[in-house]
């Protein structure tokens, strides 16, 4: 199973690696997320309520989920271009396992989010971020278990759906509320509280308060338990119902 | 090397419910060729898919290459070759790179992959083109790698969907004295689908001829051919039903067809045997309006088996 996955690791890899507009956009991006973020910072941080912590150790850690969610989640799209092209089937008459041939696709598609997310958070530090190493580092693998959930989560709906049409507003209407729920982009601190009980049923904004404490350097903070066991479930769950989808007869 | 017994496959869709194949029987042995030929939509590819377990069977039974098709599918394709009707490469990717990862998947090296890869290409007409993006391959250079993928792990049982789809006659030619040097050379077995009569006849020992999701005829080319060959007499008559019968007894007339305002019956020598049938007809009673005598085309032995045009 491990060598399928490498195989197919390796062969995915190679790939990507053959369009340069890609890698150059995919290398922007983060920079891009810091420069046209980093203005409006300041001011936001002054305000009441906002998250405990330096501006950017908050700021940082939301982005890089950010950075997860949004690298891992359109995966799916490759996978419908596979099926229509035919490589799927043809792979699946090989004897390799079919979670191999899922996990190295999500191992390609986590290594290059790994690769992203360090780059962000190097760029941040010459922003003026001050993060401990060993916390930039465990947000950074935290971020890694995201993008397995994501990513495998993702090719399960392509292979479901087969159609991009059918993908993208799914996507759509999956990624907003993650996104406002989770405390990326605007504090839930400034919450009413339904909407906070809402947020706390929402894995994600586990996931950013356990980055945001990992990058204060709290190591002892529950949140960082809690975020990394939300990461891990989600990771889990992620790659359990996309093995079920790879293993189904029409997929 | 397959067997199956009442292997069936139902679709459902939205508005209906396909049979796609009703109850076949098959047997192939080692180191044969075997052709499905069939009209579009026979069920010759849900039938292949379901041997190559890409497709669960909704009744039946079969072995394939000595494993059970539902405890062990991971055995059957380990030993299976599958070249699908509509191919499956990435545009992206680069010939060799294509060749030596399935070859990976197959449990072989990248080293032994990547020397059978060269090897085939040579023997394809795909030399020179392993650092060759797939996306700028033509159609029947694809269509030749399809293949290819099917055999870099020397499997001893080869499906093929329609092999030579797309292809220019020299690569047909070429295509069929792989096929027939996987048999001769390897000792592979080789169950292949076309609807072109000329590739089963060349290539297969047996052919199974299939409508509709049954097995309608089978045997080797030369049986189907003594089956289906003669010549077509058509006759114009005012009373089809009566003629019909008349003509159904006749001991000339090896078959009988209804068609429009008339009859098709097929017999031995159409230019000696045309004339005792009208006088038959004639003698009946029957009135004959005109007569045309034809020499089979590959669509007449279809309309003949299967009561259906190869030319829709
Ligand atoms: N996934 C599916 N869903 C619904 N119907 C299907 C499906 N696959 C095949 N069919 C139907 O089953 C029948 C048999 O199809 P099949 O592809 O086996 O034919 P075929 O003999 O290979 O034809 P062709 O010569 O056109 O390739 C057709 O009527 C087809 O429309
Ligand atoms: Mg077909």
Redesign the pocket.
């Known amino acids: 199973m491990l060598r399928d996955a490498m195989i197919i690791f390796r062969y995915q890899l190679r790939l990507l690696l053959r369009e340069p507009v890609w890698i150059i956009i995919t290398m922007i991006q983060p920079l891009l997320y810091l420069a046209l973020f980093a203005p409006l910072l300041e001011p936001i941080a002054k305000t009441q309520g906002f998250p405990p912590g330096d501006a950017w150790q908050v700021f940082v850690p939301g982005l890089l989920i950010q950075l997860g969610i949004f690298g891992s989640m359109f995966v799916g799209f490759g996978i419908i271009a596979e099926v229509r092209w035919g490589t799927i089937e043809r792979m699946r008459v090989t004897p390799a396992s079919r979670l191999g041939l899922l996990l190295g696709r999500v191992l390609r598609d986590t290594l290059v989010l790994l690769l992203q997310a360090a780059l962000l958070t190097v760029i941040a530090v010459a922003f003026g971020l001050r993060v401990p190493l060993a916390g930039a580092l465990v947000a950074v693998a935290i971020v890694g278990l995201l993008g397995v959930a994501l990513s495998s989560l993702s090719y399960a709906a392509g292979l479901w759906l087969k159609s991009e049409d059918a993908l993208a507003p799914l996507l759509n209407m999956v990624s907003v509320p993650v996104l406002l729920l989770s405390g990326i982009l605007l504090p839930m601190e400034f919450a009413p509280p339904w909407l906070r009980h809402l947020a706390s049923a929402n894995p994600f904004s586990h996931v950013v308060d356990g980055s945001r404490a990992a990058f204060r350097g709290d190591y002892g903070a529950s949140s960082l338990t809690i975020g990394l066991c939300a990461a891990a479930g989600l990771a889990v769950v992620g790659l359990l119902i996309a093995k079920r989808t790879f293993e189904r007869e029409s997929a | 090397m397959i067997t199956a017994r009442g292997l069936a496959r139902t679709f459902k869709t939205r508005t209906a419910t396909v049979e796609a194949v009703r109850g076949l029987d098959l047997d192939v042995a080692a180191g044969e060729i075997v052709g499905l030929l069939g009209p579009n939509g026979a069920g ?2 849900t039938t292949q898919r379901m041997l190559a377990t890409l497709l669960a069977p909704t009744a039946g039974t079969a072995t394939v290459a000595g494993c059970d098709l539902r405890a062990d599918p991971v055995g059957v394709r380990r030993q299976l070759g599958y070249v699908s ?1 509509a191919g499956g490469t990435n545009p992206g990717a680069k010939v060799d790179e294509e060749l030596i990862t399935q070859g990976q998947l197959y449990g072989l090296t990248a080293a032994t992959a990547a020397t059978r890869a060269r090897a085939l290409c040579a023997s394809l007409d795909l030399a020179d083109l392993g650092d060759r993006i797939i996306g700028k391959l033509s159609g029947g250079q694809r269509r030749r790698l399809d293949i290819a993928l099917g055999l870099v792990h020397q499997p001893k049982l080869v499906f093929l ?2 092999p030579s789809t797309g292809l220019d006659p020299h690569s047909r030619a070429n295509l069929w004295s792989h096929i027939r040097g996987l048999r001769d050379q390897a000792g592979a077995t080789i169950l292949l ?1 076309t609807h072109y009569l000329d590739e089963a006849d060349a290539l297969c020992d047996r052919i199974f001829i299939i409508d509709h999701g049954v097995i309608v005829a089978s045997g080797t080319p030369a049986e189907l051919k003594r089956r289906i060959s003669g010549d077509l007499v058509t006759f114009e008559v005012d009373d089809v039903e009566r003629a019909t019968a008349v003509l159904r007894d006749h001991p000339e007339a090896r078959d009988v067809t209804a068609v429009e305002r008339g009859l098709r019956v097929t017999v031995d020598r159409g230019e000696a045997q045309a004339l005792p049938l009208m006088r038959a007809l004639d003698d009946a009673g029957v009135k004959v309006g005109s007569l045309h005598i034809a020499h089979p085309s590959l669509d007449d032995v279809f309309l003949t088996l299967t009561g259906r045009s190869l030319r829709e």
């Open positions: 010759k590819t009707q969907d329609e689908t």
